[in-house]
Nanobody, 115 residues
């Protein structure tokens, strides 16, 4: 399975972006899907998770501002990011895990939030 992430860009603080992550095969073969991010000189951190059953969890830093979702018919996962802050600036990566725990990664999409 290949994952293609897109939707990053430059936005002012307080603005919004929607990231997409599209799988090359039916997303029904995928169980848990995640968004990670990595800011310059920082470790990669988990941002949000959506399970195959639709349950979601979020990092404390994005709760109430970001929403993760998935649309099986389009083999796509989304990350709606509202009220963006400069500290949200990072490369965002999508990750997926199939039903036997194999991991797949997208190539990353850069989000830059200006103050």
């Amino acid at each position: 399975v290949q994952l293609q992430a897109c939707g990053g860009g430059l936005v002012q603080a307080g603005g919004y972006l929607r990231l997409s992550c599209t799988a090359s095969r039916s997303s029904l073969v995928l169980n848990t899907m995640r968004w990670y991010r990595q800011a310059p000189e920082k470790q990669r951190e988990l941002v949000a998770v959506v399970t195959g059953g639709g349950s979601t969890t979020y990092a404390d830093s994005v709760k109430g501002r970001f929403t993760i979702s998935r649309e099986s018919a389009k083999n796509t996962m989304y990350l709606q990011m509202n009220s963006l802050r400069p500290e949200d600036t990072a490369v965002y990566y999508c990750n997926a895990e199939d039903w036997i725990k194999r991991q797949y990664w997208g190539q990353g999409t850069l989000v830059t939030v200006s103050s």
